[in-house]
T-cell receptor, first 112, second 118 residues
């Protein structure tokens, strides 16, 4: 059974204090790993897709990396508007279509 | 381009009733999937439809069902509601066509329908 574990569950940062969120996964063949951001009362917003170990993607203050067992979401010099819940999800090789397995997320709060 | 639209945003129902939720995907997207989000379980896959056919189903009881129309709009239905069905129900659409491929065509989510069962 595919599993995704995110840590920490919650993280408080001061504005400008860089940090990383972790996503550990167990899957029988990874087709893709996805990062989403979810604001309160809204649906998840797509951030990145990673496909193979060693791959990196960047967007503004966010950078996602992938190894064979985990992914990191690095946040550089965060701002209060980066406060949100960050979700990680995987698609396994043997699953088809839109079936993703999600972690429970990391709730990030950035204080000014 | 308009995003994924879900209606209604909020619903309050009583145990034993049934409910229908609606989803309009992004224009041109033919794949529509549904997820249930609860504080304890996170996001869990319900089912996926493509070209009016269900092509993937999660581990939910038969009380949860769905359908897709020729214009790609989708509905999901929950019959005989239970207290544990209280959740945020999210619809997502994608432009991918191949069964196993989300490459370059990730899921785009709506803002969900918040269902409360009393």
């Amino acid at each position: 059974e595919d599993q995704v574990t995110q840590s920490p569950e919650a993280l408080r940062l001061q504005e400008g204090e860089s940090s990383s969120l972790n996503c550990s996964y167990t899957v029988s063949g990874l087709r893709g790993l996805f990062w989403y951001r979810q604001d309160p009362g809204k649906g998840p917003e797509f951030l990145f897709t990673l496909y193979s170990a060693g791959e990196e993607k960047e967007k503004e203050r966010l950078k996602a990396t992938l190894t064979k067992k985990e992914s990191f979401l690095h946040i550089t010099a965060p701002k209060p508007e980066d406060s949100a819940t960050y979700l990680c999800a995987v698609q396994a090789e043997e699953t088809s279509g839109s079936r993703l397995t999600f972690g429970e997320g990391t709730q990030l709060t950035v204080n000014p | 381009k308009a995003g994924v639209t879900q209606t209604p945003r909020y619903l309050i129902k009583t145990r034993g009733q049934q409910v229908t939720l609606s989803c309009s995907p992004i224009s041109g997207h033919r794949s529509v999937s549904w997820y249930q989000q609860t504080p304890g379980q996170g996001l869990q896959f319900l089912f996926e439809y493509f070209s009016e056919t269900q092509r993937n189903k999660g581990n939910f009881p038969g009380r949860f069902s769905g359908r897709q129309f020729s214009n790609s709009r989708s509905e999901m239905n929950v019959s005989t509601l239970e207290l544990g069905d209280s959740a945020l129900y999210l619809c997502a659409s994608s432009s991918h066509r191949d069964r196993g491929l989300l490459r370059n065509s990730p899921l785009h989510f709506g803002n969900g329908t918040r269902l409360t069962v009393t």
